[in-house]
């Protein structure tokens, strides 16, 4: 591994090739139109064109895809030397995940007459469990190569089939928002994973790991859409007619109380009482995330609110305080945070979505609660044993995710060229490290490696 | 006041934390789910999910909030080294005032048995009230701290929800798109707020009041999304069917031709033949402003080019000659020039409406009247009359905004730090202002303030 | 020509003019509101409001219309120092396409009773026509003024109808993504127009013919919002139900699986091994120009991802290998690459289209078939024809383009300044070029033309 670039030649295209090579064939073999999607199917039967279920999910869909694609892409390009493989790394694990988390899902829970069935729904579960592996991502971010990442694209889209499929399908959990099966798994997958890859010699990087303003510009980009469209999100596949159309509202105001207790939170907790980037772009997503379980359910305005508002603190307490110890004592080198966005407020949304589940009657669901809650609507659990189903259920995720995390293993780049575009993208001339240092430092490296 | 960032630590969190409690508390008093949000009231009724108002308007609500989020907050990171103030800012307030605004719509013309309902249309319009707000944030942008912005919202909602009240509930006038309600008011209450807090130092920051060549690129992302997305702006909450399909229609073709108008004019009035940015930016976007209370109207495409052709020479005119008269002569700098881009649009759109309103015949409507005009279409008043309020509400609105603007006092960062993000942001080191220089002004202006 | 802003001053502001006043007075005499947005029209039937065509298409609407403005407009950012040329030049002749647009495609094909009817299905052909012009503006990027765009796009977006309706309206051709009648006919159009307009001296404005590292992050807002939106550009004007949904899936697929190829191949051709920036930005979305016209047939995901898979090797191998041929052979020099992101995949679109066609059976489409070959559903053709339409319409498509692009003639910038905004545009000061050192280079230039 003498040349982290001339491996990149032949590797690469390798993985890709073969990657997308099976990929087309599983799909050749498996893959099916649903009947919404296919023209025989679908004209076979008598029904008018607005019941088609592409004018209930498309639009929310895209929403979702822009938050998968720019979304997470551009949050990530804070980094000041790191927005192509931010954004390009994200594009390229994000378009390989939705392909194999097509097939994985389809496996697990989508199979008719063994035939994967395909259609807007499917797309949405795809983008969703695409977003679980991205925020695993963002905990490696800068400190791995793109095979490595596609690598473990491969295994958390296997594990995240999985888990879904033992909650929302063996268990009968709640999840639409993915609180659990999307943040909490994908947190957590990240964490143990960047645990495993230590770096003792980090701070070597340290200067890179930082923005330039309009690298935070960029990010806000990010930011800005993750929580405009987080109301799609937790909309997107929840029943429909009133079930979308509360989660988005909920969700809506989650996240706007969510924001002024990050702002009060960050001028409180920062240096001379100025606000944090950090913060902004990272903790006024948290009650977007908090409310990913209990979004669907009747959480009230007023629930979503104190739900978002206790996420803005916990992520911000996080960012400052529990990082660094993260970081110092358990080695756990978490570049974008994402214990604070996605982990804890995960775990919140779990808790939340268990009690609300739990108080659920009769009185206030009505003939609704067979969209929210089908297993109490038909008699065959009470609520408070729904809302035990969702405590247990935030128990196996966090099993499966931590465990998951373990399995991948693999090698990857110096520690002192961690966080920079020069090593995988060509970078425009001006810009590029000098080509001499970087020489050097990979000979340096060379030696320690081989040596 | 000695120093702006130390008193930020503590003044900003407990505005923040007491602003959203005392939300939340108003909210778990006073706020419900609407009959389409409402997991019992829904089921009580049989219909089909289709017919649930949230697929009607949840595309063009997420529309409006991405030019609420990303249109207004990217537009403005047109200068240099204001960008997360405009970015950050705009996101923190406008977060507050949706969720203020929802309360004081509701209670204003939205209790149902003492009881705020709240649906997709009350998000769109909690949106729009926010779209007033941050319009006048424009024109102080960059002079006023963040609880003075926080300030100034909570006013300006409150003031916005009784000229809508007026405007909407008391006279029927019609707005579907807020040429009056959202940009007038917005517009001219802001220039009375900037009027107020008159710098006379202001050429100090002077060097800082303008753009770089990334910052202007940053800009144009608001701009087009504003762009792009105003068909939806001006259709979202008008009745279902022809009427959001006619809306959109005529908002698409008063852009277009507004931005031709626009290129001509800022070639023929700019230093050398050259186009000017800030008019590509502000004036292409007039075209949407000036179609706000016509474009649900009959108003054709031929006469929606007209107006949006108007309003783009109108714009650029605004920006090369009014501009700097109303800073010299009057006294209000206009930071983003708001009077232009929605202040005379504005007032023209007003006047267009009235003309429209006032030429309406069943032998065009049909009974499509019913929608447009409710009053003219069941015989209590006649088109001409709908005219006439619909010009007498221009003046309310003109009235209630200056005189709203009037009552918002405070205090200021100093003349010399305008248009810095060092003073509210932890500033990536690299670019921060030399932190000494940054000290001997605030010493400086400590001094004076103390004298 | 002495100095080329002087000329902008007069000339830009008439052109501007005089189109948009002729627009205007063409839109007063031919255009009317058609029957989902006529106020009485769509009131004088009994119909549900969700039966309007505005929800079933106005979402996809505003993704195309995001792709047309923000994906073209900022795709084309990657220029280090033409970037609001980009944008800005994009906006504009964007502005004027979709009106003249308009006009054309409903002379050729919307005429009722000698009106022009329109409505979203209008917007959204209006915006198509418009990619067209994009394509082509590609081309010549950098290297042409305002004036020669619009002379342009007036000349193209005529012979766009006339290619349109002999396809559409006179074969029976079916390209509802436009593999042929946008992309093919947008790239061959604009390389024969950069072809006529050669500069053999275009190697002295060369160190501003590439990236900076942020414009290559501004131009991955470009590619990542089409890359996102191509599923509802190719869906947008399919018949409603099982067509939309399911050419939005087959787009989906077929983009992921050109993403793998792209990078893989990036890899393997690029210098080092690294990822090349113009690969990602461009070949990436090959694969959704390569399923235009195939999308809505029953071309499976298996099929989808092999047209994609194909299209991104193809892409990436012209930008290696092709393009240096074309302009150092052929005098073709095509700043953004359209020939390998619209041609070749469109061409290979046009072909996958006609092979899928000729292979239709009711066996797979049922009734279905009736939405997709109408003709072949009828009886009045065999699929096997309607493959044969399918080749010819690419022959013509090709042969109109070319010969299209050869009336276009004018005169142009000076080679010493191409790439570059401060031609056209007030540049903020710090970074304009050196004012004496372009006003050296003017000198020359006038010199030299003079002479």
Known sequence: MADVSTSMRLKLPVVCF?????????????????????????????HNDYENDF???????????????????????????????SVGFNFLIAAFSLQWATLMQGFFHGMHGGKIHVGVESMINADFCTGSVLISFGAVLGKTSPIQLLTMAMFEVTLFAVNEFILLSLLGTRDAGGSMTIHTF????????????????????????????????FAMIGTIYLWMFWPSFNSAITAHGDDQHRTALNTYYSLAACTLATYGMSAVTSHDGKLDMVHIQNAALAGGVAVGTAGEMMLTPFGSMIV?????????????????????????????????????PGVLGAIVGAVTAALATMDVYGKGMEDVFPAVADGSIDASKQGGVQALSLAITLGIALLGG????????????????????EVPESEAPHEAQLTTVRTEETEKLSS
Chains 1, 2, 3 share one sequence.
């Not at 799909?27 to 025989?40: I, W």
């Not at 373990?406 to 993208?425: N, R």
């Open 406 to 425: 373990l399995i991948v293993v693999f090698g990857t780049p110096p520690d002192t060229l961690c966080f920079e575009d020069g090593v995988y993208w």
């Open 55 to 85: 004018y209930f999910r498309y639009p929310s869909f895209q929403d979702v895809h822009v938050m998968i694609f720019i979304g997470f892409g551009f949050l990530m390009t804070f980094l000041q030397k790191y927005g192509f493989g």
């Open 308 to 344: 978002g508002f206790l996420a803005g603190i916990i992520s911000v307490l996080g960012f400052k305080f529990l990082s660094p110890i993260l970081e110092s004592k358990l080695k756990i080198q978490d570049t974008c945070g994402v214990h604070n966005l996605h982990g804890m």
């Open 18 to 46: 073969i990657l997308e090579i099976i990929l087309i064939i599983l799909f050749g073999a498996l893959v099916q139109y649903d009947y919404e999607t296919d023209a025989k199917e679908w004209h076979n039967q008598s």
């Open 186 to 217: 994908g947190a957590y997958f990240g964490l143990m994973v960047t645990r495993i890859l230590y770096r003792p010699h980090l701070d070597k990087s340290k200067h890179r790991n930082s923005s330039v303003y309009h690298s935070d510009l």
